[in-house]
C-alpha cells in the first residue's frame, strides 16, 4: 500500500490538480500492483488515516511549494503533533520550498528532520528547495523539478511553435497582484492577438480580473475547470501568457508556446533550473510584447538522471521484494 499526501486533494486551486495528476502518472508506473490511499495536504489526518500512513509500504508527498521555514505559521502542509510523531520516512516526490525568506526557525527544523527519510533520495522542484534541505542537514535530495515537467523531453519541446499563434490564453493571480502591472498584461495580450481568453485557475480569479476596470469584450471565458482549460489547448493554435505557474506548463503539455509571467520564487527558480521561458512582471512593460513577437524555441530541459536517480531507488526496492 502506497501513502500520498496530495495538493490536488480540497484544493480550491486548479494548479494543485495539475501537479497532482503529475505526481500520480509517477506512483503508477513505479508502483502498478500496489493500492493507493490519498490524503489532502490541506487538512490534517484523522486518527483512522493516520494508521493507514502508518501501515503502508511508502508515504509520499506529491509536489506543490509545501516546505517552508516556519512549518507552524503557513501550514501549507497541514501536519498535527501525532504526525511529526507518527509519521517517519516519508519522501518528497517533486516538492518545492516557499517563498525566499530566512534560516527555518527551531521547530520546522525539527519538524522535517523528523518526518522526512534520511536515506531514501528526495525529488525536489528547484535547486533552491535542494540548498534548502541541504541547510537542515538532509543531503540525499535531487533536483528534478515538478514532475509536471518530466515528459517534456527534448523530442517533445522541439515540436513546441516557436512563432506567435492566432489566439492566447491568459492567467492572473487574485492572491499575489500588482493590477497596474496586470492591467499591462491583460492589454499587451489583447492588442497582440486576434483572439484572447482568460482561464481563472484560483477561485478568486475571475473577480480580480473583473476588478481591473479594463475592457474585456474581446476577452472569453473559460470555464473554471480543468476539463475546460483541456479542450481549449487541445485545440491547437494558442499561446499561453499568464501569472500562474501551473496553467504554463500544462500548455507546455499540450505543445503549446508558453510565456510565464514570475510573481515568486517558483517560476524564478524553476527558469533558472529548467529553462522555462519567464518574464519577470516588474519588466512587462519592457518586455512582455517583445517576447510575444520575437520568436523563441522552446528551451525546456530536465535533468533526465535526476529523475532517474530518483525513480531507481523504487525499482530496486521492488526487485528486491
Not at 57 to 77: A, C, D, F, H, K
Not at 207 to 230: I, N, T
Not at 288 to 311: G, K, M, S, W, Y
Request: glycine share 6%; hydrophobic share 40%; charged share 25%.
Amino acid at each position: 500500500m502506497i501513502f500520498l499526501f496530495d495538493p490536488g486533494v480540497s484544493s480550491t486551486n486548479l494548479g494543485d490538480l495539475i501537479i497532482s495528476e503529475g505526481v500520480r502518472r509517477e506512483i503508477a508506473h513505479l508502483f502498478p500492483h500496489d493500492r493507493l490511499v490519498v490524503a489532502s495536504t490541506h487538512t490534517y489526518l484523522s486518527a483512522e488515516v493516520r494508521k493507514v500512513a502508518v501501515r503502508s509500504r511508502q508515504v509520499l508527498v506529491g509536489g506543490s511549494n509545501l516546505l517552508s521555514p516556519e512549518m507552524l505559521r503557513y501550514r501549507s502542509w497541514k501536519l498535527g503533533p501525532m504526525d511529526v510523531l507518527a509519521l517517519r520516512n516519508q519522501v518528497l516526490l517533486g516538492t518545492g520550498w516557499g517563498k525566499y525568506m530566512d534560516k527555518p526557525d527551531a521547530l520546522s527544523r525539527r519538524v522535517l528532520r523528523a518526518v522526512l527519510s534520511d536515506t531514501a533520495v528526495h525529488a525536489v522542484r528547484s535547486d533552491y528547495t535542494r540548498l534548502q534541505l541541504a541547510n537542515l542537514g538532509i543531503h540525499n535530495v535531487v533536483n528534478t523539478g515538478c514532475s509536471t515537467l518530466w515528459t517534456l523531453t527534448p523530442s517533445f519541446c522541439a515540436e513546441i511553435p516557436a512563432t506567435k499563434a492566432a489566439a492566447a490564453v491568459f492567467t492572473l493571480t487574485d492572491y499575489d497582484s500588482e493590477p497596474d502591472l496586470d492591467r499591462v498584461l491583460v492589454e499587451t495580450v489583447c492588442a497582440a492577438y486576434d483572439e484572447v481568453y482568460f482561464w481563472p485557475q484560483g477561485v478568486r480569479d475571475r473577480e480580480y480580473l473583473e476588478s481591473l476596470d479594463l475592457d474585456l469584450s474581446r476577452v472569453g471565458r473559460v470555464d473554471p475547470s480543468l476539463q475546460a482549460y483541456d479542450d481549449l489547448l487541445a485545440a491547437g493554435g494558442c499561446d499561453y501568457v499568464g501569472t500562474r505557474l501551473h496553467g504554463g506548463i500544462r500548455a507546455l503539455q499540450h505543445g503549446l508556446r508558453t510565456i510565464i509571467v514570475s510573481i515568486d520564487n517558483r517560476a524564478v527558480e524553476m527558469a533558472r533550473d529548467f529553462c522555462l521561458q519567464v518574464v519577470h512582471r516588474q519588466d512587462l512593460r519592457q518586455r512582455l510584447a517583445r517576447e510575444i513577437e520575437n520568436p523563441q524555441p522552446c528551451q525546456v530541459r530536465i535533468d533526465a538522471e535526476a529523475i532517474e536517480t530518483f525513480r531507481n531507488q523504487f525499482r530496486r526496492t521492488d526487485a528486491s521484494a
